[in-house]
């Protein structure tokens, strides 16, 4: 087998070599099993085409699998240490190296990004990345309401977060992050990867799921901003088991319309003292539209 970045007896050369310490606070856990990255990258279906965004790159354990198979993958590490040792192995990839500009290195915090603008300018059509875990399930929202141009995601998170994004309407992980994910995108978990194959190995479950952007223009036609119907989600949900009406009723937004919100829920075949948690994803969009026309 060819000497991969995620052999553990590489990655580990690698980090010392670098002196690189690795930090729990930035989730450093690496993949070390490399059926595994080849299994996320098989599984992505990234081909020729694709300018693919990896968030977290590390020391390119993922980057390396998927090179050979995309146009162009657009990195981006927290780390400096990271960053400076990625540089290094990749030189040949980047900017004016031998082989082209394939990779391309944003040394930067991924939640203080543009995604709008830098997939415009790179013409980025897929995420593919081992996410850090902390800022995972913000990240995802910010990735499908700012970059329109990304239809679908290919990610391996905390197994908790996969099942907040997926929660059925009342389940216990039902809240405002499960409506706003599940009104951007559908998803589906693929499979679930053994702690044994991170280094370190972290103490929580991780699982790769797959992100597939839902079209709402129609909506986004009509409301002009999504960013209202996601104040109006986190309004509705200010008390997860309160009464819509009470919480809506301490909103600056919406309280001069508490008046009218158990008649428009009656209408709609729903109790007019319903809490957040038993409301769906399309009752939201209803509730929202009637309220706001
Ligand atoms: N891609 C590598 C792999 O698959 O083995 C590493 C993935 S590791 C789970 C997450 C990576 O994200 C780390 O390299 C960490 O330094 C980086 N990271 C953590 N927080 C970040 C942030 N806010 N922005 C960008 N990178 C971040």
Redesign the pocket.
Known sequence: MAPYI?SPKNTLAILSENGINL?KS???????DTNI?KKIVDISGAGSDDVIL??????????EILLPRVKKIIC????RS?ASAFKGIFADYMDKGRKGEKIELIN????KIDYGELSKDFKISRVV???????AAP?ILKILVEAEGIHGLWV?IQKDIAERLTAPTGSKNYSSFAVKAQFLAGYRQLFSISRSC?LPSPNVDSVVVEIKRKDNAGFFRKNKEISGFFRFVNECFRHRRKKIINSLAQSSIYVEKTGTISGILERMGKAGDIRAEELGLGDYIELYKRLNV
């Open positions: 995620s930090k930035l989730g450093q856990n690496f993949l070390i990255l990896e968030i977290g790159s590390g020391i390119g354990s993922l980057t981006i590490e927290i780390d990271l930067k915090d991924a939640m990345s081992n996410l850090p875990y902390k800022v990240l391996t991170f």
